[in-house]
Protein backbone atom coordinates (compact mmCIF):
# COMPACT_ATOMS: atom_id res chain seq x y z
CA UNK A 1 0.00 0.00 0.00
CA UNK A 2 2.97 2.20 1.09
CA UNK A 3 4.56 1.85 -2.55
CA UNK A 4 1.33 2.88 -4.13
CA UNK A 5 0.80 5.90 -1.98
CA UNK A 6 4.65 6.98 -3.04
CA UNK A 7 4.26 6.06 -6.62
CA UNK A 8 1.21 7.87 -6.72
CA UNK A 9 2.74 10.99 -5.36
CA UNK A 10 5.59 11.19 -7.21
CA UNK A 11 3.95 11.44 -10.42
CA UNK A 12 1.59 13.88 -8.45
CA UNK A 13 4.26 15.58 -7.81
CA UNK A 14 5.92 15.44 -11.44
CA UNK A 15 2.91 17.40 -12.41
CA UNK A 16 2.89 20.55 -10.61
CA UNK A 17 3.78 22.13 -13.98
CA UNK A 18 1.03 21.28 -16.07
CA UNK A 19 -1.72 24.27 -14.99
CA UNK A 20 0.92 27.15 -15.42
CA UNK A 21 1.29 26.15 -19.09
CA UNK A 22 -2.58 26.71 -20.03
CA UNK A 23 -1.63 30.31 -20.52
CA UNK A 24 0.90 29.26 -23.34
CA UNK A 25 -1.45 29.52 -26.04
CA UNK A 26 -1.98 33.37 -25.37
CA UNK A 27 1.87 33.92 -25.81
CA UNK A 28 2.28 36.04 -28.89
CA UNK A 29 5.61 34.34 -29.33
CA UNK A 30 4.36 31.05 -29.71
CA UNK A 31 1.43 31.82 -31.98
CA UNK A 32 3.49 33.12 -35.02
CA UNK A 33 1.79 34.76 -38.34
CA UNK A 34 4.74 34.64 -40.67
CA UNK A 35 8.15 32.63 -41.43
CA UNK A 36 10.78 34.43 -39.38
CA UNK A 37 8.18 34.30 -35.61
CA UNK A 38 8.04 30.68 -37.09
CA UNK A 39 11.76 30.09 -37.12
CA UNK A 40 11.99 31.70 -34.26
CA UNK A 41 8.87 29.45 -32.12
CA UNK A 42 11.06 26.27 -33.38
CA UNK A 43 14.42 27.40 -32.13
CA UNK A 44 12.69 28.70 -28.46
CA UNK A 45 10.88 25.14 -28.40
CA UNK A 46 13.61 23.13 -29.19
CA UNK A 47 15.68 24.94 -26.74
CA UNK A 48 13.26 23.75 -24.17
CA UNK A 49 13.32 20.55 -25.02
CA UNK A 50 16.99 20.15 -24.82
CA UNK A 51 17.13 21.22 -21.36
CA UNK A 52 14.52 19.66 -19.77
CA UNK A 53 16.72 16.91 -20.51
CA UNK A 54 18.47 17.73 -17.99
CA UNK A 55 15.94 19.38 -16.04
CA UNK A 56 13.47 16.49 -15.92
CA UNK A 57 15.65 13.71 -14.66
CA UNK A 58 16.92 15.88 -12.03
CA UNK A 59 13.15 16.31 -10.37
CA UNK A 60 12.28 12.74 -10.93
CA UNK A 61 15.90 11.51 -9.00
CA UNK A 62 15.28 14.25 -6.18
CA UNK A 63 11.96 12.34 -5.52
CA UNK A 64 13.31 8.64 -6.08
CA UNK A 65 16.40 9.23 -4.20
CA UNK A 66 14.76 10.38 -1.23
CA UNK A 67 11.73 7.47 -1.38
CA UNK A 68 14.95 4.97 -2.25
CA UNK A 69 17.46 5.63 0.71
CA UNK A 70 15.65 6.62 3.44
CA UNK A 71 15.97 5.68 6.71
CA UNK A 72 13.57 3.50 6.77
CA UNK A 73 14.10 1.28 3.94
CA UNK A 74 16.20 -1.65 4.93
CA UNK A 75 16.41 -3.00 1.41
CA UNK A 76 18.54 0.09 0.20
CA UNK A 77 22.55 -0.23 -0.25
CA UNK A 78 24.69 1.35 2.38
CA UNK A 79 27.86 2.16 0.86
CA UNK A 80 30.21 4.82 2.85
CA UNK A 81 33.10 4.18 0.95
CA UNK A 82 31.94 4.87 -2.27
CA UNK A 83 34.06 7.10 -4.16
CA UNK A 84 34.20 6.63 -8.15
CA UNK A 85 31.36 5.60 -10.79
CA UNK A 86 32.65 5.41 -14.39
CA UNK A 87 28.82 5.98 -15.17
CA UNK A 88 27.74 8.31 -13.17
CA UNK A 89 30.68 10.38 -14.29
CA UNK A 90 30.29 9.82 -17.74
CA UNK A 91 26.29 11.04 -17.63
CA UNK A 92 27.28 13.64 -15.36
CA UNK A 93 29.90 15.55 -17.90
CA UNK A 94 28.52 13.69 -21.68
CA UNK A 95 25.36 14.74 -21.24
CA UNK A 96 25.67 18.41 -20.76
CA UNK A 97 28.51 18.22 -23.37
CA UNK A 98 25.89 17.13 -25.67
CA UNK A 99 23.23 19.55 -24.53
CA UNK A 100 25.29 22.54 -25.32
CA UNK A 101 27.26 20.94 -28.70
CA UNK A 102 23.65 20.73 -30.02
CA UNK A 103 22.41 23.95 -28.85
CA UNK A 104 25.66 26.16 -30.12
CA UNK A 105 25.22 24.00 -33.29
CA UNK A 106 21.40 24.93 -33.31
CA UNK A 107 21.62 28.11 -32.51
CA UNK A 108 24.78 29.12 -35.37
CA UNK A 109 22.20 27.36 -37.54
CA UNK A 110 19.79 29.62 -36.85
CA UNK A 111 21.07 32.89 -36.27
CA UNK A 112 22.02 33.22 -39.71
CA UNK A 113 18.52 31.97 -40.77
CA UNK A 114 17.50 34.80 -39.36
CA UNK A 115 19.43 37.27 -39.76
CA UNK A 116 17.28 40.25 -39.69
CA UNK A 117 19.65 42.20 -42.59
CA UNK A 118 18.64 39.38 -44.65
CA UNK A 119 15.61 39.95 -47.65
CA UNK A 120 12.80 37.36 -47.31
CA UNK A 121 12.42 36.25 -51.10
CA UNK A 122 9.49 35.03 -52.16
CA UNK A 123 8.71 36.55 -55.49
CA UNK A 124 6.91 39.80 -54.65
CA UNK A 125 8.76 43.66 -53.77
CA UNK A 126 8.74 44.39 -51.09
CA UNK A 127 6.81 46.81 -49.72
CA UNK A 128 9.33 49.52 -48.02
CA UNK A 129 8.93 51.06 -44.87
CA UNK A 130 10.84 53.70 -42.55
CA UNK A 131 9.87 53.51 -38.95
CA UNK A 132 10.95 56.48 -36.79
CA UNK A 133 10.89 55.80 -32.99
CA UNK A 134 9.67 59.34 -31.20
CA UNK A 135 8.63 59.79 -27.31
CA UNK A 136 6.10 57.82 -26.88
CA UNK A 137 4.70 57.25 -30.66
CA UNK A 138 6.00 55.05 -33.72
CA UNK A 139 6.22 56.95 -37.35
CA UNK A 140 5.68 55.23 -40.40
CA UNK A 141 6.94 56.03 -43.50
CA UNK A 142 5.65 54.39 -47.13
CA UNK A 143 8.94 56.20 -49.10
CA UNK A 144 7.02 54.80 -52.22
CA UNK A 145 3.33 55.67 -51.40
CA UNK A 146 4.44 59.03 -50.12
CA UNK A 147 2.06 58.87 -47.05
CA UNK A 148 2.79 58.27 -42.98
CA UNK A 149 1.16 57.04 -40.35
CA UNK A 150 1.30 57.65 -36.61
CA UNK A 151 0.69 54.33 -34.17
CA UNK A 152 -0.77 52.62 -37.27
CA UNK A 153 1.15 50.04 -39.57
CA UNK A 154 -0.85 48.77 -42.43
CA UNK A 155 0.82 46.62 -45.44
CA UNK A 156 -0.17 43.57 -46.91
CA UNK A 157 -0.31 39.96 -46.21
CA UNK A 158 2.07 37.55 -48.32
CA UNK A 159 4.29 40.83 -49.16
CA UNK A 160 7.78 41.18 -47.85
CA UNK A 161 8.61 44.22 -45.82
CA UNK A 162 11.31 45.93 -46.06
CA UNK A 163 12.09 48.03 -42.85
CA UNK A 164 14.47 51.27 -42.00
CA UNK A 165 14.61 51.94 -38.60
CA UNK A 166 15.81 54.64 -36.71
CA UNK A 167 15.21 56.84 -33.36
CA UNK A 168 14.47 60.47 -32.51
CA UNK A 169 15.11 60.04 -28.87
CA UNK A 170 16.72 57.42 -26.60
CA UNK A 171 17.21 53.87 -27.79
CA UNK A 172 13.92 52.12 -28.11
CA UNK A 173 13.05 48.53 -30.01
CA UNK A 174 10.71 47.90 -32.37
CA UNK A 175 9.24 44.70 -32.16
CA UNK A 176 6.08 42.59 -33.57
CA UNK A 177 5.75 39.29 -31.57
CA UNK A 178 3.82 37.71 -33.83
CA UNK A 179 6.02 38.38 -36.62
CA UNK A 180 9.30 38.08 -35.00
CA UNK A 181 13.06 39.47 -34.61
CA UNK A 182 13.14 42.62 -32.27
CA UNK A 183 15.91 45.04 -33.12
CA UNK A 184 16.49 48.36 -31.71
CA UNK A 185 15.97 51.99 -32.80
CA UNK A 186 18.77 54.08 -32.48
CA UNK A 187 19.00 57.93 -32.85
CA UNK A 188 21.84 58.46 -35.60
CA UNK A 189 21.47 54.91 -36.42
CA UNK A 190 20.10 53.28 -39.06
CA UNK A 191 18.97 49.21 -38.94
CA UNK A 192 17.35 47.26 -40.55
CA UNK A 193 14.32 44.20 -40.87
CA UNK A 194 12.66 42.09 -42.94
CA UNK A 195 9.22 40.57 -42.23
CA UNK A 196 6.58 38.79 -43.50
CA UNK A 197 2.81 37.98 -42.80
CA UNK A 198 1.47 34.73 -43.76
CA UNK A 199 -2.37 35.73 -42.46
CA UNK A 200 -4.26 38.56 -42.13
CA UNK A 201 -4.93 40.15 -38.94
CA UNK A 202 -4.17 42.79 -36.15
CA UNK A 203 -0.71 41.78 -34.14
CA UNK A 204 0.66 43.89 -31.56
CA UNK A 205 3.47 45.82 -32.33
CA UNK A 206 5.36 47.51 -29.09
CA UNK A 207 8.85 48.92 -27.89
CA UNK A 208 10.85 46.83 -25.74
CA UNK A 209 13.17 49.05 -24.35
CA UNK A 210 12.52 51.29 -21.54
CA UNK A 211 12.27 54.63 -22.61
CA UNK A 212 10.47 57.00 -19.64
CA UNK A 213 7.82 57.21 -18.19
CA UNK A 214 5.35 56.66 -21.44
CA UNK A 215 7.39 53.73 -22.27
CA UNK A 216 4.72 51.45 -21.24
CA UNK A 217 1.93 52.46 -23.56
CA UNK A 218 4.33 52.92 -26.41
CA UNK A 219 2.18 50.35 -28.76
CA UNK A 220 0.81 50.14 -32.12
CA UNK A 221 -1.50 48.42 -34.17
CA UNK A 222 0.39 46.37 -37.29
CA UNK A 223 -2.39 45.21 -39.44
CA UNK A 224 -2.04 42.39 -42.32
CA UNK A 225 -4.89 42.71 -44.94
CA UNK A 226 -5.16 42.06 -48.72
CA UNK A 227 -3.11 43.49 -51.52
CA UNK A 228 -6.76 45.24 -52.33
CA UNK A 229 -7.46 46.40 -49.04
CA UNK A 230 -3.96 47.89 -48.86
CA UNK A 231 -4.27 49.87 -52.07
CA UNK A 232 -7.37 50.37 -50.31
CA UNK A 233 -6.04 52.32 -47.34
CA UNK A 234 -3.25 53.66 -49.46
CA UNK A 235 -5.98 56.30 -50.93
CA UNK A 236 -7.94 57.20 -48.19
CA UNK A 237 -4.07 57.77 -46.32
CA UNK A 238 -3.83 59.90 -49.23
CA UNK A 239 -7.01 61.93 -49.02
CA UNK A 240 -5.78 63.27 -45.68
CA UNK A 241 -5.47 66.71 -44.97
CA UNK A 242 -2.37 66.20 -42.68
CA UNK A 243 0.88 66.73 -44.51
CA UNK A 244 4.41 65.82 -42.46
CA UNK A 245 6.41 69.15 -43.49
CA UNK A 246 9.09 69.88 -41.02
CA UNK A 247 6.87 72.09 -38.94
CA UNK A 248 4.54 69.05 -38.56
CA UNK A 249 7.10 66.88 -37.39
CA UNK A 250 8.30 68.67 -34.76
CA UNK A 251 4.99 69.22 -33.29
CA UNK A 252 4.91 65.35 -33.66
CA UNK A 253 8.75 64.87 -31.88
CA UNK A 254 7.40 66.38 -28.94
CA UNK A 255 6.71 63.87 -25.84
CA UNK A 256 2.86 63.21 -25.48
CA UNK A 257 0.82 60.17 -24.24
CA UNK A 258 -1.60 58.29 -26.46
CA UNK A 259 -1.26 60.02 -29.50
CA UNK A 260 -4.22 59.14 -31.61
CA UNK A 261 -3.57 57.00 -35.01
CA UNK A 262 -3.01 60.01 -37.84
CA UNK A 263 -2.33 59.40 -41.61
CA UNK A 264 -0.36 62.46 -43.47
CA UNK A 265 -0.79 62.45 -47.47
CA UNK A 266 2.13 63.44 -48.10
CA UNK A 267 6.02 63.46 -46.38
CA UNK A 268 8.74 65.61 -47.10
CA UNK A 269 11.41 63.97 -49.10
CA UNK A 270 14.11 62.31 -46.93
CA UNK A 271 12.86 63.06 -43.96
CA UNK A 272 13.96 59.74 -42.49
CA UNK A 273 17.43 60.73 -43.68
CA UNK A 274 17.76 63.90 -42.52
CA UNK A 275 16.44 62.71 -38.55
CA UNK A 276 19.22 60.09 -38.76
CA UNK A 277 21.93 63.22 -40.31
CA UNK A 278 20.61 65.06 -37.54
CA UNK A 279 22.12 63.06 -34.91
CA UNK A 280 25.34 61.47 -37.00
CA UNK A 281 26.41 65.28 -37.09
CA UNK A 282 26.03 66.47 -34.10
CA UNK A 283 27.58 63.00 -32.37
CA UNK A 284 30.64 64.14 -35.16
CA UNK A 285 30.72 67.65 -33.91
CA UNK A 286 31.07 66.21 -30.34
CA UNK A 287 33.83 63.92 -31.22
CA UNK A 288 35.55 66.59 -32.79
CA UNK A 289 35.01 68.95 -29.78
CA UNK A 290 36.76 66.79 -27.56
CA UNK A 291 39.51 65.70 -29.79
CA UNK A 292 40.35 69.54 -30.29
CA UNK A 293 39.49 69.94 -25.78
CA UNK A 294 42.29 66.67 -25.65
CA UNK A 295 44.73 67.53 -28.12
CA UNK A 296 46.30 69.85 -26.07
CA UNK A 297 46.84 67.71 -23.16
CA UNK A 298 47.69 64.61 -25.01
CA UNK A 299 50.57 66.26 -26.64
CA UNK A 300 51.51 68.09 -23.45
CA UNK A 301 51.80 64.72 -21.86
CA UNK A 302 53.39 63.55 -25.07
CA UNK A 303 56.36 66.01 -24.39
CA UNK A 304 56.76 65.12 -21.25
CA UNK A 305 57.13 61.37 -21.82
CA UNK A 306 59.69 62.11 -24.38
CA UNK A 307 61.52 64.16 -22.38
Known amino acids: MKKHLYSFLIGLSSLWFIPFLGGCSRISLLDPKGPIGDSERFLIIAAFVLMLIV ?11 AR ?21 E ?14 GILGAIETYHLDPYKP ?21 IYPDRNIATVNQLVFPV ?6 RITSDTVMTSFFIPQLGSQIYAMAGMQTRLHLLAQEPGVYSGQNQQFSGRGYSDMFFKAIAVSQEEFEGWVKKAKQS ?34 IIDKYSKTMGMNSDAMIRKSGPAIMKTGASEGN
Do not use: C, Q
Request: glycine share 2%; charged share 20%; no cysteine.
Open 120 to 140: IANGRKPVAIEAVSLDWKWLF
Open 68 to 88: RYRASNPEAAYTPKWSRSLKL
Open 158 to 163: NVPLSF
Open 90 to 103: LTIWLVPIAIVTAL
Open 241 to 274: PDKLDVARFEELRKPSLGYPVTHFSSVKPDLFDR
Open 55 to 65: IIPVFIMAFWF
